[in-house]
């Protein structure tokens, strides 16, 4: 079974509309991130949070909101979907020291 | 303030050839250095990891990573290129001391394998 699970895998939805990836993890690491992977961009980092209290912006949060439900959950919301948020989301897990991440499989979104 | 230089956004090589591919940080502190592989419809994966221990790093899948702290460099290698290694390769960063575990991430290199 896998670490990471992401729900969905993939989706399509119109502009304006709410929608909610999720990621669930059995590793038990306290850390857990949301990233958005664009073509010639590599990952870029939406959120991230250490523990459950505990959430913070990365670099390109503007848009997107995130709710830490469990240690194990952690999901991303689009509140109004626009078509530049068309993109592969990646959820990951880290563990001290060494902050290696795991990564989920991947949620392809297509905002029409 | 930390980043990551891939060198080549496409790498083709030829199924038994070397394969190098090319990595430039730039951090103000001692980094950890890492190497992930995506497989097509996949998520990341961990290749191998620089962390402060010995320079010449050996990941999975036969490839390896020498850290050269004179040339701000991680590039990764592997002696013979299979046809299973054709993927996307990313290089990322994170600065040693950082009050939490930020990667940046380069752009990375989409490497083909010819038979």
């Known amino acids: 079974d896998a670490d990471v699970t992401q729900t969905p895998r993939n989706r399509i939805t119109k502009t304006g509309k709410r929608i909610m990836l999720e990621c669930s993890q059995t590793k038990g690491h306290d850390r857990m991130y949301w990233y958005r992977q664009d073509p010639g961009l590599g990952l870029r980092l939406i959120y991230y949070?250490?523990?459950?209290?505990?959430?913070n912006k990365g670099e390109i949060s503007d848009g997107y909101s995130v709710s830490r439900q469990a240690q194990a959950k952690f999901s991303l919301s689009l509140e109004s979907a626009i078509p530049n948020q068309t993109a592969l989301y990646f959820c990951?897990?880290?563990?001290?020291?060494?902050?290696?991440?795991?990564f989920g499989p991947g949620t392809r979104l297509l905002v029409l | 303030a930390q980043s990551v230089t891939q060198l080549g956004s496409h790498v083709s090589v030829s199924e038994g050839a070397l394969v190098l591919l090319r990595c430039n940080y730039s951090s103000s502190v001692p980094p950890y250095l890492f190497w992930y592989v995506q497989y097509p419809n996949q998520g990341l994966q961990l290749l191998l990891k620089y962390t402060s221990a010995a320079t010449l790093v050996k990941g999975i899948n036969g490839f390896e990573a020498e850290f050269k702290k004179s040339e701000t460099s991680f590039h990764l290698t592997k002696p013979s290129a299979h046809m299973s290694d054709a993927a996307e390769y990313f290089c990322a960063v994170r600065a040693i001391g950082t009050s939490y575990g930020k990667l940046t991430f380069g752009q990375g290199t989409i490497l083909t394998v010819h038979p």
């Open positions: 990951a897990t880290s563990e001290q020291p060494q902050e290696t991440q795991y």
């Open positions: 949070s250490f523990d459950v209290k505990d959430i």
